[in-house]
């Protein structure tokens, strides 16, 4: 009895507070929410295109982009035919363009996931259950840099998409097949220009299964956090109707704003530096952190950005066609990440890391 007369107090405290906390927390969350909203449309706002620029080719972007989206792919889900076939014809992509082979067989890094329970997905409340996947592969080439010692960058896309369900193909024009033929773009134009870093493209099995491919990399033991400098991840470039290129990872490495700043004087499209930032700083606003692979280098400590652009209607649907793509900005959102690379491997190269 003279433990509960103790105790009293600080039990009324604890429900008074815990109270407080519940009571007040939608309004709470709906100022962040409105703050937030506030700042990107600011942002929005801020953002003035640059002229165009032409160094790379579009044609053959979308040449590439429509052939990893086309029926013959059947969506691309890992251990598929289609998704096989995506892999194999990356890899002959790799070897055309003159990159190292980089993975554990060759091009190829192959892995298998057995199905399991994520606590941090769940954490997250994203579907917590990973399933299993046979016959996955990420494909990996590497291309030299001009100055010995320095650590590579990685740049990212994922190739995979949702596959077939029964009848229906889910193309994944956008998503991703957008950001691989980015990625080779950017691949035939560094080999002739070379940046000081090496560059590490890796093209990623299984984002849509969880992001196992990402984590397959560090799991497997081919790669590990304190040999990279700095990841790059490309998803969902190619389609905006507001103009807009979103560049995430600002909040986490604030270094990085001032080479955005200095990036949106050179790119057509309106960057906007957001959906970075947690639930206490931005109430209900899409925090992008782990939204995709880039997730899994922030979770082992690498830097990295995350250039994509927001969820459309037709997005994780049999309607994300190549002939959706707004042609003139997704070639203006590639030049942009082009200008980001040579600005972020000046900026890290002084640092001789």
């Known amino acids: 009895m003279l433990l509960l007369k103790k105790l009293r ?13 519940y009571g007040l927390k939608p309004y709470w969350l709906t100022q962040l929410t409105q703050q937030e909203s506030a700042r990107i449309t600011a942002l929005k ?8 620029q032409q160094r790379l080719d579009a044609e053959r972007m979308m040449a590439d982009l429509s052939w990893l989206a086309a029926a013959e792919r059947q969506g691309r889900a890992p251990g598929t035919p289609g998704g096989i076939a995506a892999r194999l014809w990356i890899a002959e992509q790799f070897a055309a363009i003159g990159l190292t082979p980089a993975g554990s067989e060759g091009y190829l890094h192959p892995y298998s996931v057995t199905e399991h329970f994520s606590f941090n997905r769940w954490l997250r ?4 259950v990973i399933p299993g996947v046979e016959d996955a592969a990420n494909v990996l080439g590497l291309l030299p840099g001009t100055e010995p010692g320095l650590k590579p960058l990685i740049i990212t896309a994922h190739y995979d998409h949702l596959g077939m369900h029964g009848d229906t193909i889910f193309y994944g024009a956008d998503d ?14 560094l080999t002739k220009h070379p940046l000081r870093h090496p560059v ?11 992001l196992q491919g990402a984590v397959a990399l560090f799991r497997t033991g081919l790669l590990s956090a304190d040999q990279l400098r700095f990841n790059i991840n490309i998803d969902m ?9 979103f560049a995430v990872g600002s909040y986490h490495h604030p270094w990085l704003l001032p080479l955005l700043e ?19 700083k ?11 692979d880039h997730g899994v280098f922030h979770q082992q400590g690498v830097p990295f950005i995350y250039f994509g652009v927001a969820d459309h209607a037709d997005y994780h649907t049999p309607r994300d066609t190549a002939d959706k793509v707004d042609v003139a900005f997704y070639h203006q959102v590639v030049e942009t990440v082009l200008s980001f690379l040579q600005q972020l491997d000046l900026a890290l190269a002084k640092t001789k890391l």
Request: zero cysteines; hydrophobic letters at 45%; proline letters at 4%.
């Open 176 to 189: 991703n097949a957008s950001g691989v033929a980015a990625m080779l773009e950017l691949a035939r134009y």
């Open 45 to 52: 706002q801020q953002a003035v295109p640059a002229a165009p």
């Open 125 to 128: 409340r994203k579907n917590a």
């Open 9 to 21: 107090w600080p039990l009324a405290i604890v429900v008074i507070a815990l109270l407080a906390y």
């Open 200 to 210: 590490l493209f890796a093209a990623l099995d299984s984002e849509e299964k969880g």
């Open 237 to 245: 470039l190619s389609r905006d109707t507001e103009q807009q290129l």
């Open 262 to 280: 200095q990036l949106q004087q050179q790119s057509a499209v309106k960057l906007i530096a957001a959906h970075d930032r947690p639930w206490y």
């Open 282 to 292: 931005a109430g209900r606003s899409q925090d992008w952190t782990l939204s995709s």
